[in-house]
């Protein structure tokens, strides 16, 4: 574990530049389909789901990627039961399957996106739901779940920076986030591991912190050397706090 360092020595810029998407091929999202939905602030967003039931799950992408980036994790938390949405962030346009969102790529706005995905996967039949977020996507949920009318069971987060491009993680933000917080990151990315530190000091109870052997970032971390351990603290994470069927 990490040890704790004041807030604002963390050269965030350099982790999120490491952050590319991942080289393994992005598997074709077969019973899945494509949907659109606003952001909070009014944006048309590209969006995927996977899956049905009752508890739902935000998948939030990491910078420079996309939502094909969550694709794979996307369907293996589809097999477990849950309803789950991947979606592209204001100005990011992959095309074809990863869809294309309005807008510019404005970071410091990523948490109205999030916002906009809760609503969406909640008109679609969720009715507890949970946020995963890779990166800048982690950082994003963490503001957006701090806000008094959102209610969500877990936020999870792959690497996620305490500030980035306006995107700032404060203490007090983290004050009003009373999901069950699951915070995970590689010793051997830059900061990344410190910035996982950090926001778990400065997080309010239910909340773990996991710091894995590896130097993948993000989403990588899920196809890397460490894949086998962060998606089982992953998924225990959704057992315990968003079980499927509850």
Request: glycine fraction near 12%; hydrophobic fraction near 40%; charged fraction near 20%.
């Amino acid at each position: 574990m990490a040890t704790p360092i004041r807030r604002g020595t963390i050269p965030i810029v350099a982790l999120l530049i490491l952050a590319a998407c991942g080289s393994e091929p992005v598997p074709t999202p077969s019973g899945s389909r494509a949907i659109s939905f606003e952001s909070e602030d009014g944006l048309r967003l590209a969006g995927r789901l996977f899956g049905e039931g009752n508890e739902g799950i935000v998948l939030a992408h990491m910078f420079p990627a996309d939502q094909t980036s969550w694709f794979a994790f996307a369907d293996r938390l589809a097999s477990r039961g849950y309803r789950v949405l991947t979606f592209d962030f204001r100005g990011y346009c992959p095309g074809g399957e990863g869809g294309c969102s309005e807008g510019d790529k404005l970071t410091y706005d990523d948490w109205r996106d999030v916002l906009g995905a809760i609503e969406a996967i909640r008109d679609e039949g969720a009715v507890r739901v949970g946020l995963i977020g890779a990166s800048m996507g982690g950082s994003a949920s963490l503001l957006a779940a701090s806000h008094p009318e959102v209610d969500v069971e877990v936020v999870i987060t792959l690497s996620a920076p305490v500030s980035f491009q306006g995107l700032d993680v404060t203490p007090e933000v983290l004050s009003q986030v009373s999901a069950a917080k699951l915070f995970l990151a590689g010793h051997e990315d830059a900061s990344a591991a410190e910035s996982a530190q950090l926001l778990y000091d400065e997080s309010i109870q239910p909340k773990k912190v996991q710091i894995l052997t590896t130097g993948d970032h993000g989403t990588d971390i899920l196809t890397g050397n460490q894949a086998g351990i962060a998606s089982t603290e992953m998924l225990n994470w959704l057992e315990r706090y968003l079980p499927t069927g509850a």
